[in-house]
């Protein structure tokens, strides 16, 4: 077991909101939320998956605490994150009859998280939004830091606002029913905490692969702390990415232009990141801004996990770098990255030559 509950805060002035991680904190969630002083009638957002695990002791923990609770589903998948079921939330939202001081709770992964937020944003120009993550990836980092959204042909999270959540209730439990490729593809994204902010975050997973792999819930407790404290630290210092919350991406412009390349189809995000992750630790080592043998601890740590260092042949690296050129973050045709200079620490550089690029790439690893 791993005991008690932890709470960290995200600080951002009068937005400030907690954090509640451990085994067993939906069980105290209703409590919370009636505390934050909500309405009465509070919607979940889930969808079939989820709530089927866990939307009886989500209910339960609401109910007890004296609210009137109303499901809506959306379906589940990235393909359904778009403004169709924004659309058919807010309905059912008006349906319900919510009122500004009404909630709505996200019980789901980052898809959940991302659309109920984005309608809990809009819904009578915002009502409190409330996270209850249930993957490893939204649990370390969807669910905080305030970015929601849905995607449209232009593009993946093209549509959206920045509006934080009230409160975010971790519990580690859900993870015991998470699918195994899902955790592994959300341990990418602890990885890259260490990577960019914490050595000492990138040692514990090398040395706890069997707990964290095992879900020992202690293990798992420490990693997602570790990652949450790292992400609202940077997300209080730049709620609006203007500048420190940039190094979050690190990993990210190779790792889009890989999801872009494979039409999403291919790669969960976080074994895309996870091969952005080394490609650009590659191009910092080809740069002279990474020792060989910091390269090497983190194709080990990647690889160790499952995750992809390298990708099949047939993906062309001119396609690649061409999607990078062309990403949202990209401006003026200059590519940025978040390049490591030690484990812990990162730099962010712009235009690096193409052909420099593609050069690294093509090389042999
Ligand atoms: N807002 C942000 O800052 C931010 C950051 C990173 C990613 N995202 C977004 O997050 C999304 C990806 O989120 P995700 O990786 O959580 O994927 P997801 O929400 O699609 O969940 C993955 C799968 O796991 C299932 N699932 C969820 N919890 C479960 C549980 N406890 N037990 C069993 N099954 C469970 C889901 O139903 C789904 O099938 C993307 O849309 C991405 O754009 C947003
Ligand atoms: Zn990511």
């Given at each position: ?349 712009k235009g690096i030559e193409k052909e420099f690029i593609l050069s690294v790439l093509k090389s042999e690893t």
């Open positions: 077991m791993s005991g008690l509950i932890d709470n960290l805060t995200v600080n951002l002035g009068e937005r400030s909101y907690e954090i509640s991680i451990g085994a067993g904190a939906i069980d105290s969630l209703g409590e919370k939320l009636s505390s934050l002083g909500f309405n009465k009638k509070i919607v979940i957002v889930s969808n079939e998956t989820v709530f089927k695990h866990y939307g009886a002791c989500v209910s339960q923990s609401l109910n007890k605490a004296g609210f009137e609770v109303f499901p809506i589903f959306i379906p589940d998948g990235e393909a359904y994150k778009d403004m169709r079921y924004v659309e058919s939330v807010l309905n059912e939202m008006f349906t319900v009859g919510l009122d500004r001081k009404s909630a709505v709770v996200a019980l789901g992964g980052g898809v959940v998280g991302d659309l109920a937020g984005f309608a809990a944003s809009i819904y009578m120009r915002g009502i409190a939004l409330v996270q209850v993550p249930t993957t490893l990836l939204s649990q370390v980092d969807s669910s905080v830091g305030g970015k929601t959204g849905v995607n449209n042909p232009f593009g993946k999270n093209m549509i959206g606002t920045f509006y934080q959540p009230r409160f975010v209730c971790i519990d580690i439990d859900t993870l015991k029913t998470l699918p195994e490729r899902e955790l592994r593809a959300g341990i990418a994204e602890v990885i890259k905490y260490g990577i960019i902010r914490d050595a000492a975050l990138f040692a514990f997973l090398k040395d706890n692969r069997q707990k964290i792999l095992s879900r020992d819930s202690a293990a798992l407790k420490h990693i997602i702390h570790t990652s949450c404290r790292i992400k609202a630290e940077v997300v209080s210092k730049d709620e609006r990415e203007s500048g420190l919350r940039e190094i979050l991406n690190c990993g990210h412009t190779a790792g889009h232009a890989l999801e872009t390349v494979t039409q999403y189809t291919q790669y969960l995000h976080g074994e895309a990141v996870a091969w952005g992750m080394y490609a650009e630790a590659r191009i910092a080592a080809a740069l002279g801004l990474l020792p060989a043998a910091a390269l090497k601890e983190i194709r080990d740590l990647i690889e160790g996990y499952g995750l992809p260092t390298s990708i099949p042949k047939g993906i062309a690296i001119g396609s690649l770098v061409e999607a990078m050129i062309y990403d949202k973050k990209t401006v003026a045709g200059a590519i940025k990255f978040v390049l490591p200079t030690e484990i812990g620490k990162v730099k962010i550089i």
